[in-house]
């Protein structure tokens, strides 16, 4: 059974660093693209970063491109997501999500962890 | 980027109606078109890839079609179940987007 747990979400100040983690298991973790969606409170959701098998592809949402760094570890079947210069509007659930095989849509879903940016 | 428009953003419904939900892109993404259901506090979960392939274990009152810029997820005869809010996402290029969403609720 596949599983995506995210973890590592909190209360954290603007312009403070968080880094959130996604353990994965039940499938073979390094060969598929990974991905973190997020949903602002009572938003819709927003594509935030993926990343290919072999980490050589890298994408990002204009709005954390420079602030952001998504990044895996193949051998702990880890995904994460370092967040720096977090903002008010980066307050959301971050949801961990598997790619299918071949395209970019997402077959599974983590439960999500809650980051709260506020002073 | 390509934009993603849902409409209706509400949908008042009863158990049993027939349900169609469309989702426009602002260009073309051929079929790379997939829809998700959210129930509150939970997960997305995955319904329709490439815009009308049925994902594993989703009943078979839900289809998709559609391709180019307009889609529509149809729900052939709502359950109590169903009621959730369904979003589309575009796939055909990067930055990846979804649409602002449909809630169906009960009328």
């Known amino acids: 059974e596949v599983q995506l747990v995210e973890s590592g979400g909190g209360l954290v100040q603007p312009g403070g660093s968080l880094r959130l983690s996604c353990a994965a298991s039940?499938?073979?973790?390094?060969?598929?693209?990974m991905t973190w969606v997020r949903q602002a409170p009572g938003k819709g959701l927003e594509w935030v970063a993926n990343i290919r098998q072999d980490e050589n592809e890298k994408y990002y949402v204009d709005s954390v491109k420079g602030r952001f760094t998504i990044s895996r570890d193949n051998a702990k079947n880890s995904l994460h997501l370092q967040m720096n210069s977090l903002r008010v509007e980066d307050t959301a659930v971050y949801y961990c999500a598997r790619d299918s095989q071949a395209y970019r849509y997402f077959e599974y879903w983590g439960r999500g962890t809650l980051v709260t940016v506020s002073s | 980027d390509i934009q993603m428009t849902q409409s209706p953003s509400t949908l008042s419904t009863s158990v049993g109606d027939r349900v169609t939900i469309t989702c426009r892109a602002s260009q073309s993404i051929s079929s790379w078109l997939a829809w998700y259901q959210q129930k509150e506090g939970k997960a997305p979960k995955l319904l329709i890839y490439?815009?009308?392939s049925l994902e594993s274990g989703v009943p078979p009152r839900f289809s998709g079609s559609g391709s180019g810029t307009e889609f529509t997820l149809s729900i052939s005869s709502l359950q109590p179940d169903d009621f959730a809010t369904y979003y589309c996402q575009q796939y055909n290029r990067s930055p990846l987007t979804f649409g602002g969403g449909t809630k169906v609720e009960i009328k």
């Open positions: 039940g499938f073979t973790f390094s060969h598929y693209w």
């Open positions: 490439k815009a009308s």
